[in-house]
């Protein structure tokens, strides 16, 4: 396995919107694999294929608290939202440090394709639920820091612009 490198917001490549995985093969359930390792690694709870730079309808998460229930979701596709909503804080591993309140389906179900291809269907309340919009956002090239003013973005953008140039400068 091997741990990918995270585009960081405002990065234009993750607004591209992802295409679907034609056939889960070694290449996809590697790639699971990598990003697995990528999202434990910084730990995050969630990891969208488009952040690893990679624009296939791929996602990962793990939301229990032990940190030992990895899913692998091919081809999310939300099939049911609840009316409720919820708010809740969110970050980002693409928008590091940040995190700021987001407005979401309290619970949601997904029919995907899992690691090994077959068919499955899951609800999802909470942290999970959450989560879940939150990367099937990034599949269609949506991130987070959209659902807030443009002010707090914008200020959001000038500060990691500033990390990325200081950052460039240390190398």
């Not at 591209?16 to 709870?45: C, F, H, N, Q, S």
């Not at 990679?54 to 940190?67: G, K, P, Q, W, Y």
């Not at 999802?124 to 919009?133: D, F, K, S």
């Amino acid at each position: 396995m091997a741990r990918l490198t995270i585009l960081r917001y405002p990065d234009p490549r993750l607004h591209t919107i992802a295409r679907p995985v034609a056939d889960v093969d070694e290449r996809i359930r590697r790639l699971a694999d990598d990003m697995l390792e990528t999202m434990y690694a910084a730990e995050g709870v969630g990891l969208a294929a488009t952040q690893v730079d990679v624009h296939e309808r791929l996602l990962v998460m793990d939301t229990s608290e032990a940190r030992d229930h990895p899913l692998v979701l091919i081809n999310p596709e939300l099939t049911w939202c609840s009316e409720e909503m919820r708010v809740a804080e969110e970050g980002c591993l693409s928008v590091p440090a940040f995190y700021d309140k987001v407005e979401r389906h309290a619970s949601v179900k997904v029919r995907a394709l899992g690691r090994d291809g077959e068919p499955f269907e899951m609800h999802a309340e909470g942290l999970a639920a959450v989560c879940v919009q939150h990367e099937i956002d990034h599949l269609r090239g949506k991130v987070f820091v959209e659902y807030l003013s443009a002010l707090k973005r914008d200020r959001i953008r000038t500060k990691l612009l500033k990390k990325a140039r200081e950052e460039q400068r240390d190398d």
